[in-house]
């Protein structure tokens, strides 16, 4: 591919492994006039290990509001650029929504060229039903606005899949324990590298193997949290229902549920979705 029609590219990188590059990636990495790079110094290593010599500029969440109007004009000079983050598809979780909205906006040719996606990769192994699926990207680093995030769960018979980085796994697991100690899921570490490992399970025992192993908490982080099965509600007796009902005027729905399960010996996830679907 000796040259290309003026536009943007978006071309998606390996996660991992080098030799999942497609050629298509290649010829267009090796044609495009600019390359507008998340982490120039990180894809200048992908470029070596091709062996192309490309100009390129940075675009990050820092600066992609200035430099977005700067690409586009060396687009409508004739001109065609790549736009390739540090790894996989570019705008999952990464750079580029303002960028590329602003050339839609303004009529210029934008083309996708496939390939790695961490969260696909990682639903298509997990064992998971990924028929339909909810993707939130990175969860907040705060424990509250962590907890309310993953409480989106709840009730929802979604898969729902999370980016989540080594500092941050383990507090991440013990408030699902905490939210969903039985909910199946799967935890795909450091996907297509040298130690790329699956975890599936509960949320108790996967987080019970990371307590145990300290090798298992290292690296970049796709999880994966099974939806809630449907199943029909519970016909409950009319004591509990009103036990439920005084509590819950008081009480969080979840503390309400869970102190009439252990009095009547009930169920207390089918008691809380009494109160949700009232």
Do not use: W
């Not at 990180?42 to 430099?67: A, C, F, P, V, W």
């Not at 790549?82 to 580029?96: E, H, M, Q, R, W």
């Not at 602003?102 to 790695?116: F, H, L, M, N, T």
């Not at 298509?124 to 699926?133: K, L, Q, R």
């Amino acid at each position: 591919m000796n040259s290309l029609e003026s536009g943007i590219y978006i071309v998606a990188t390996p996660i991992g492994n080098l030799s999942d590059i497609s050629q298509r990636a290649i010829d267009v990495l090796a044609a495009v006039d600019m390359i507008a790079a998340e982490d120039t110094r990180h894809t200048k290593k992908l470029l070596t290990h091709l062996g192309i010599k490309k100009d390129m500029l940075s675009l990050h969440d820092h600066n992609e509001r200035q430099r977005s109007q700067e690409l586009i004009d060396l687009v409508r000079s004739g001109k065609s650029v790549a736009l390739v983050s540090d790894a996989g598809t570019p705008l999952i979780s990464d750079p580029g929504y303002v960028f590329i909205s602003e050339a839609r906006d303004q009529g210029i040719k934008v083309s996708p060229i496939p390939g790695p996606c961490a969260v696909i990769a990682a639903l298509s192994a997990s064992g998971i039903a990924c028929a339909s699926f909810q993707f939130l990207g990175f969860l907040p680093a705060k424990g509250k606005s962590k907890r309310d995030a993953l409480g989106v769960i709840e009730g929802n018979s979604l898969t729902h899949v999370f980016y989540e980085s080594t500092h941050r796994i383990m507090d991440t697991l013990e408030i699902l324990v905490e939210l969903y100690p039985e909910r199946r899921i799967a935890l795909a570490r450091e996907l297509t590298k040298t130690f790329e490992t699956y975890l599936v399970g509960s949320s108790v025992e996967v987080l019970d193997i990371l307590e145990r192993d300290t090798n298992q908490r290292k690296g970049e982080f796709v999880l994966i949290v099974e939806g809630e099965s449907s199943r029909e509600e519970t016909v409950f007796d009319e004591a509990p229902r009103n036990l439920l009902k005084v509590l819950s005027k008081e009480l969080p729905p979840k503390k309400a549920a869970a102190i009439v399960a252990e009095h009547y010996g009930l169920n207390k996830k089918d008691l809380y979705q009494v109160l949700v679907n009232s």
